[in-house]
C-alpha cells in the first residue's frame, strides 16, 4: 500500500496562474477529501467525493477553485486564477467511509505546499 | 452539529515528562473519536481512534487517550516524552447513529519537547 499520492510536493506560481493539484488515493478507497491548511485558519475541508461523486463543496472558497474525480484513483483540485491568498498546504485524503465502520479513518497524503508570489 | 475544542495551542514538556493535551468535544449522539499526529512537512496520520469498545484507547508510540462520556472528553496522553514526540497534534470526531460520518478536527496542539 503505497498510500495517498500527490503531486506536485510543491509549488510555486506567479498570481493569475492556472494551478493543478494531482491527488491518487488509497485502492479501495470510497471517499476523498481536499482539504486546505493554513496557520490562520488551521484545517479546511474544501470538498469532498464519494464514489467519484461530489457530495459537498461547501469549503471551496470562491469559484476560481474546482475539483474533479474522473474516476477512481485520480483527482484534481484546480485553482484559476491563483492568487497571493491561495498559498497554503493543500492535503487530498481518502477513507473506506461509513459503511465499513463510522470508525474509518482518514489517511492523508504528504501535501502540496503552494506559494502564489 | 458536532465540535472539536482543543485547549492550547501549544503546549510545552520536557523530556521524559508527561504529555497531556487536551480535547472536548460536542455530539448529538454517539461520537466516534480520533487523534493523528502531524510531523513537519508530513500528512496527518492516525494515532489512535475511540469506537466504544473500551474507553481507555491505546495508540501508536506509547500513547492513550480516555473517552469521558460525562466531561465529553478525550484527552491524549503519553507517560514520558520523547524528542521525537514534538508534532502538531490534532483531535477529530464523527458521529455515529447516522449522523454526519465527514469528521470534524480541532485546531491542533503543537507539542514541544525540551532536552
Known amino acids: 500500500d503505497a498510500g495517498v499520492i500527490q503531486s506536485p510536493r510543491h509549488e510555486v506560481t506567479e498570481m493569475g496562474q492556472e494551478v493543478t493539484l494531482r491527488c491518487k488515493p488509497i485502492?479501495?478507497?470510497?471517499?476523498l477529501f481536499w482539504y486546505r491548511q493554513t496557520m490562520m485558519r488551521g484545517l479546511e475541508l474544501l470538498i469532498y467525493?464519494?464514489?467519484?461523486?461530489?457530495?459537498?463543496d461547501s469549503g471551496m472558497p470562491e469559484d476560481r477553485f474546482s475539483a474533479k474525480m474522473p474516476n477512481a484513483s485520480f483527482s484534481t483540485l484546480k485553482i484559476q486564477p491563483s492568487e497571493p491568498r491561495d498559498s497554503a498546504v493543500y492535503f487530498c485524503?481518502?477513507?473506506?467511509?461509513?459503511?465499513?465502520?463510522?470508525?474509518?479513518?482518514?489517511?492523508f497524503g504528504n501535501g502540496t505546499r503552494l506559494t502564489v508570489t | 452539529a458536532q465540535s472539536v475544542t482543543q485547549l492550547g495551542s501549544h503546549v510545552s514538556v520536557s523530556e521524559g515528562a508527561l504529555v497531556l493535551l487536551r480535547c472536548n468535544y460536542s455530539?448529538?449522539?454517539?461520537?466516534?473519536l480520533f487523534w493523528y499526529v502531524q510531523y513537519p512537512n508530513q500528512g496527518l496520520q492516525l494515532l489512535l481512534k475511540?469506537?466504544?469498545?473500551?474507553?481507555l484507547v491505546k495508540g501508536i508510540n506509547g500513547f492513550e487517550a480516555e473517552f469521558k462520556k460525562s466531561e465529553t472528553s478525550f484527552h491524549l496522553t503519553k507517560p514520558s516524552a520523547h524528542m521525537s514526540d514534538a508534532a502538531e497534534y490534532f483531535c477529530?470526531?464523527?458521529?455515529?447513529?447516522?449522523?454526519?460520518?465527514?469528521?470534524?478536527f480541532g485546531r491542533g496542539t503543537s507539542l514541544i519537547v525540551h532536552p
Open positions: 485524503a481518502s477513507s473506506l467511509g461509513p459503511g465499513r465502520g463510522y470508525n474509518s479513518p482518514l489517511h
Open positions: 485502492s479501495g478507497h470510497d471517499y
Open positions: 467525493f464519494n464514489n467519484n461523486v461530489p457530495i459537498d
Open positions: 455530539s448529538s449522539v454517539p461520537p466516534y
Open positions: 475511540y469506537t466504544s469498545a473500551a474507553t
Open positions: 477529530a470526531v464523527s458521529e455515529g447513529g447516522g449522523g454526519s460520518y465527514i469528521p470534524t
